[in-house]
């Protein structure tokens, strides 16, 4: 059985910045330059799957063009996790963002993930506007150390990329790490796990090398940083970086990056 849970995510933003028109590229796919305005709240769900459970997400959006005030903090309660939406173009949209952080944690009576998305990155651009961001107004807050993204709902530009930051913050605190058991092993086709410390310049090297054998014998490389995923690298046995290991039907272990060209030929021809 797998388990199933549900979360809350909430566009939060001054009237007019663009969270309706952000939702919905990412719902459906499109922007609609004039819409009704409908009273009250909209939701939308999307439901993911993982190998042992699945979560739905539910992204409300407040309907039509209510300020901070009238919203009040039933909105914002239960919520997981929020994006907090200003207008590249406005800056004073940006300097609201802390209040709206502040109702969301009152809400919540807890610090709540975020990020923050800055919209309207094509007018921005066309009308050669600098970007509206400043790091300091936003204090002491998270949102200061939040995942910051720019965004156009016009043109499509990290619409998915948004949703998948605040999506990943909420799902990796739900799902576990996967074991690595024996099984699962044998379900990795061949390929070669490569784990790396991210910008070391020996891994950087050690990859080109990698790539080409990989490529000769036509096995598919997987980078892992482990110091991003400390449980996979422990499970497997790392202790020094960058290590290899090739996995799949024929297991070799840790071997040492030089001897990957010869001991890839001696399980190819063993085949
Ligand atoms: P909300 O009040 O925060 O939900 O904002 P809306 O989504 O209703 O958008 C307010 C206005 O900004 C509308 O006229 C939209 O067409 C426009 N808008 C929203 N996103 C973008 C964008 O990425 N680029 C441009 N050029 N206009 C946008
Ligand atoms: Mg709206």
Known sequence: ????????????????????????????????????????????????????SKVKLMIWDIAGQQSRRKIGLRYLQGASGAILAYDLTK????????????????????????????TKLDLAKSNHLPLAYNVKKLGDTPAAKANLIFTSAKTDT????????IITEIVSGLIPTPDISPKLLEEIATKILFFVKKGDAWSKVALNHIEKVAKKYALEVETIDAEKDPNIAEAY????????LVA????????????????????????
């Open 1 to 52: 059985m797998s388990k199933m849970f549900q979360r809350k995510i909430v566009l939060l933003g001054d009237p007019g910045v663009g969270k309706t028109s952000l939702v919905q590229r990412y719902i459906f796919d499109s922007f609609k330059k004039d819409y009704m305005t409908t009273l009250g709240l909209n939701f939308y769900v999307r439901t993911f799957e993982y190998p042992e």
């Open 91 to 118: 800056e004073e949209t940006f300097d609201n963002l802390p209040g709206w952080y502040d109702d969301l944690k009152e809400a919540n009576g807890k610090d709540v993930p975020v990020i923050v998305v800055g």
């Open 158 to 165: 990290n619409v998915d990329a948004a949703f998948n930051l």
């Open 237 to 244: 046995g790392i202790t020094a970086l960058p290590t290899i």
């Open 248 to 271: 799949g039907r024929h297991l070799v272990g840790i071997i040492q990056i030089a001897h990957l060209e010869s001991i890839m030929h001696q399980i190819i021809e063993n085949k």
